[in-house]
């Protein structure tokens, strides 16, 4: 078998919703995917106008190859997956996560709630091309039906691993904004029910996305920010389309980069648990692993996404993970990104630790970084990682991590290449002790794919 994936991206397909990714595609797919299982399989979908037609065809495509199905409406991606780990043998969310409202995805789950490993993915994809999903007979069909529990579940369970009365006698402002994505079933009742006063900004669903792009970035949050200013507000949380993750804004109105708000409860749950396996990608802030050295910590680091640390965590039975985009990972909770968790854990972070969150970010360590990307042909990449790892390879002043792309590590920082898997283009990013060296590395990192691009 080809191990070339011929659908799947990163973390189950996403395309364009009804051009490429049909109700035939999806059923198809499903069915293929239901092959594989053979179980009970709980679908869930984000607040795009095309979820319900995936969602239908989804169901369909299960019940054909002989699965049961639960419906659990529309909630966020890690509601899902909660809800398989705990109930059921499989899982589907339909979800674009933070793209644009034309697109769409599928994402496929394993009976822990996690996204499909590889192998799965190109068995459903020989079935889908090569062969024939099972079609069961009428007198071994599925059933479907519904649980309209969940979200409350999901919420009260995360609500029970934190310290409400710190976080209710805080009194804390919080602004909060769903994006109108799939956080307006969650977002708003979780911080009313840790006894917050809530404001809330996009939080009717809908999936045109009306308010602001999905995904939470600083170019996006302006109205959020102006509302915390406007109210002294003690904390502004916002969700990308789905809610798995989650971004902070402080007390001032400053964008807290995801990497501090990783570190921030990185720490935290080292210091509640007296240590623990943190697992985090190549890609992420030396502060993640400054902080498990102060506080009895080890890390692990994986190739980027969030589906490898997830996968790290569970074989590690780690204690938390997560990236620099703002997904943090609680593994007793949940084996993804989880936005309801990340939420109850700032909250009750900011209430016990009775400092504003501005002063709890500038107590962590202080990286400066650098992002750039250069255009390469896809048929070139690998030989230009190639070269620069030998060129790199025998120095002794480096020392290099082929985990993911070439990543250098000096005494004062780390650069690392990465190949873009959708783009012809390599991304580069470096962090270090000051601005002008991140950029200086950077630099380097980007005349070495120069000198090796024809
Ligand atoms: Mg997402």
């Known amino acids: 078998m080809s191990n070339k994936k011929r659908l799947f991206g990163t973390f189950g397909v996403r395309r364009t919703a009804n051009d490429v990714?049909?109700?035939?595609?999806?059923?198809?797919?499903?069915?293929?995917?239901g092959t594989q299982i053979k179980g009970t399989v709980a679908v869930g979908g984000d607040t795009r106008t095309t979820s319900p037609m995936l969602m239908q065809a989804v169901i369909a495509g299960l019940l054909s190859s002989g699965c049961d199905v639960v419906d659990l409406g529309i909630l966020p991606t890690p509601g899902v997956q909660y809800a398989v780990r705990k109930y059921y043998d499989g899982g589907v969310m339909i979800t674009a996560s933070h793209n644009p409202p034309k697109y769409n995805g599928i994402k496929f789950l394993d009976e822990d709630g996690i996204g499909i490993p590889?192998?799965?993915?190109?068995?459903i994809e020989k079935l889908y091309f090569d062969e024939e999903p099972d079609r069961v007979p009428y007198y071994e069909m599925g059933?479907?039906?519904?649980n309209d529990q969940i979200i409350d579940e999901y919420i009260d369970d995360a609500i029970s691993k934190v310290d409400v009365e710190a976080i209710r006698d805080a009194n804390l402002k919080v602004?909060?904004?769903?994006?109108?994505?799939?956080?307006?079933?969650?977002?708003?009742?979780?911080?009313?029910k840790l006894g917050c006063?809530?404001?809330?900004?996009?939080?009717?669903?809908?999936?045109?996305?009306?308010?602001?792009?999905?995904?939470?970035?600083?170019?996006?949050?302006?109205?959020l920010i102006t509302v915390v200013k406007e109210l002294n507000a003690d904390i502004g949380l916002a969700h990308d389309g789905d809610a798995d993750r989650t971004i902070c804004i402080d007390e001032k109105g400053n964008f807290v980069l995801g990497d501090k708000t990783f570190s921030l409860v990185e720490k935290q749950m080292l210091k509640e648990n007296n240590g623990g396996t943190i697992v985090t990608t190549v890609a992420t802030s030396q502060a993640i692993y400054d902080i498990a050295e102060e506080y009895n910590g080890k890390v692990i680091a994986t190739a980027v996404g969030d589906l490898l640390v997830a996968r790290k965590l569970k074989d590690e039975n780690g204690l938390f993970g997560g990236e620099e985009n703002g997904g943090l990972i609680f593994p007793d909770f949940v084996y993804g990104r989880d936005a309801v968790m990340t939420v109850a854990k700032i909250l009750e972070i900011v209430a016990k630790e009775k400092k504003p969150i501005s002063e709890l970010v500038s107590e962590l360590p202080v990286y400066y970084?650098?992002?750039?990307?250069?255009?390469?042909?896809?048929d070139e990449k690998e030989f230009v990682m190639d070269s620069i790892a030998d060129e790199v390879k025998n120095t002794t002043e480096y020392k290099l991590d082929l985990t993911d792309g070439v990543k250098i590590l000096k005494d004062d920082g780390w650069m690392i290449i990465r190949p873009s898997g959708t783009e012809p283009i390599f991304r580069c990013f470096a962090e270090s002790d000051s601005q002008m060296k991140a950029d200086e590395m950077?630099?380097?990192?980007?005349?070495l794919i120069k000198k090796y691009r024809k």
């Open 21 to 33: 990714l049909t109700p035939e595609f999806a059923t198809r797919l499903a069915a293929c995917y």
């Open 118 to 123: 590889d192998d799965m993915e190109l068995a």
């Open 143 to 146: 059933e479907i039906s519904h």
């Open 175 to 192: 602004v909060v904004d769903c994006g109108s994505g799939a956080g307006c079933y969650t977002a708003p009742y979780l911080i009313r």
């Open 197 to 223: 006063d809530v404001t809330t900004l996009n939080s009717q669903a809908d999936g045109f996305f009306p308010g602001r792009d999905p995904e939470p970035i600083e170019e996006n949050l302006g109205e």
């Open 369 to 378: 970084a650098s992002k750039m990307k250069i255009e390469c042909p896809d």
């Open 442 to 447: 950077t630099d380097w990192g980007i005349s």
